[in-house]
């Protein structure tokens, strides 16, 4: 487990002007991370007020963030899909001091693309868990994955699906994504987060498209069932639970926390530099790319372990919140 940013006490309520004071309860001693924020409305008397200087790891200024980086689902996202109130206002303050926001998320590109449509010009999509990252439109990396690796997945899942399991197939390539099984119980869970679909016959059978990865979606709780039934790629691939109902295979290189990387690496950012928020298995290794690496109250327990602090969950608007206190920004 990392080891916590060691934070100094809180100073006085009220020294952020008129702004209220968030509360934040103390410390659990099996992480020493700050425990999630409570919503002020459910705040006791006895919360210790939280200011900005009460995250930080030092009391000199607001932290020099350079890129914030953030899950989507369970995350950025309220349970209901939405977008937070206030993130649109947010943006073109980030865009003002010179921060990078950055969508991470297993979903498509297409779909990230079309939900910042009015606001996306400069921002750094990474798709596909981090198989795919795309700005302004032109690809900066891929990992595709083999075609005839892909092929073995979807007839693993056929046979998961002669056994009884209620599961399907979602080939993700670069242009769009393609799917056998076309019923609309299935099919409405697949557009959640694929824009461009394809149905098709043979999904084994895609030839003219990049295959990034390969997801599946289980209507059971996916670590136990469809997970383990995919054990035979986990010694040459990345079998990574992306949430309760899916599963994503795809290249042992290809992760966000590579994605991170590469994306620091080039435009000179460091870790320090760094805030990255996430709530499931596919966030562990992005949030070792951040020295400023948030847990949402609602995250799953190894991504609470994995971070060094833990933010207000995601029907809290914990991101934004965040993101406010760390940079000293108005309210929203």
């Known amino acids: 487990m990392n080891t916590p940013v060691p934070l100094p006490p809180p100073v006085e309520a009220g020294a952020l002007g ?32 939280l200011t900005v200087s ?27 899909k939405r977008i937070p109130d206030g993130l649109w206002s947010l943006l073109t303050e980030l865009r003002r001091r010179d921060v990078l926001f950055c969508p991470a998320s297993g979903r498509q590109y297409a779909t990230l693309a079309k939900e910042f449509a009015d606001a996306g010009q400069g ?43 209620d599961v399907g197939a979602v080939v993700c390539g670069k242009r769009s994504a393609y799917v056998e099984r076309t019923d609309e119980a299935f099919l ?28 599946l979606f289980d209507f059971g709780p996916v670590e136990r069932t469809t997970a383990p039934a995919l054990r035979p790629f986990a010694s040459t691939h990345q079998v990574v639970v992306s949430g309760e109902h899916w599963v994503d295979i795809m290249n042992v290189t290809a992760d966000k926390g590579t994605a991170v990387r590469r994306l620091q690496h080039d435009l000179g ?37 994995r971070a060094r602090h833990i933010a207000p969950s995601n ?12 940079l000293d920004l108005p309210p929203m």
């Open 18 to 49: 008129d702004a209220a004071p968030l509360p934040v309860a103390p410390a659990t001693p099996a992480t020493g991370k700050n425990m999630p924020l409570p919503h002020p409305a459910t705040a006791t008397a006895a919360s210790t007020p």
């Open 54 to 80: 009460a995250l930080r790891p030092s009391e000199e200024a607001a932290a020099d963030i350079r890129l914030i980086v953030t899950d989507m689902d369970g995350t950025l996202l309220d349970d209901a």
């Open 123 to 165: 921002m750094v999509f990474i798709a596909e868990n981090g198989t795919y990252v795309v700005r302004d439109g032109v690809e900066l990396s891929s990992d595709p994955l083999d075609p005839s690796v892909s092929a073995r997945i979807v007839t693993t899942t056929r046979g998961l699906r002669a056994e009884g399991v």
């Open 188 to 215: 409405a869970e697949v557009r959640k987060y694929y824009t461009r679909l394809q149905p098709v016959p043979d999904a084994t059978a895609v030839d003219d498209d990049e295959i990034l990865k390969v997801a």
């Open 269 to 305: 950012i460091t870790p320090a530099q760094t805030m990255v928020f996430g709530d499931y298995l596919n966030d562990l290794e992005m949030l070792d790319t951040a020295e400023w690496s948030f847990a949402m109250a609602n995250a799953h327990p190894a991504i609470i372990d």
């Open 315 to 326: 029907n809290d608007n914990g991101v934004l919140r965040t993101i406010t206190r760390v």
